[in-house]
């Protein structure tokens, strides 16, 4: 009898022991953030707040603003290019302003995500100041959160129109 009630105490004890013992984090505000359910309706309302400010941006000519929404680690993956990182990316921007693009418009047509991503397809649509279309295609985009913040990790763009002959 001794013997039985000595394993039983004693493997409740080791139960215990492991259990106060486990390698179980606190939550911290971040980790509560991460692991809460993906807000779909906010995270549209989120896009389009910042889709209208680049297209402000774009037409002001404002590329060290639109530069701004992309994370220092972040890449530009267009047609006919090497990837575009980092530093590289306010150039991109750069050359489309000084070649006419006055005009920006951008329509999202689904948002998917599981924190800390949110992933962004849609169409876009570039116009000069004269109104006229200069090019028009789809995106998908990956915007990361780091530090409370949402910038673009990777921005994926090609044209819809035929290519020139």
Known sequence: MNSKL??????????AFIAC???????T???IINESPFDKKWAKDFIDSINTEFSEQ?????????????????ELLLDNSEPIKGGGIINVWASLVKMGVKGMKFNTTDI????????ETG???MKDEKKSVLDRGKYVVIWERRNNEWKLYR??????LPAAK
Do not use: R
């Not at 000595?6 to 139960?15: C, D, G, K, N, Y």
């Not at 774009?58 to 972040?74: E, K, L, Q, R």
């Open 6 to 15: 000595f394993f039983i105490v004693a493997v409740f004890l080791m139960t």
């Open 21 to 27: 013992n486990s390698n179980v984090q606190p939550k």
């Open 29 to 31: 505000n971040e980790n």
């Open 58 to 74: 774009i037409a002001a000519g404002d590329t060290i603003a639109v530069a701004s929404h992309y994370w220092p680690d972040a």
């Open 112 to 119: 998917a995500g599981s924190l800390p991503y949110i992933i």
């Open 123 to 125: 169409t876009y649509e």
């Open 155 to 160: 921005d994926i763009g090609c044209t819809s």
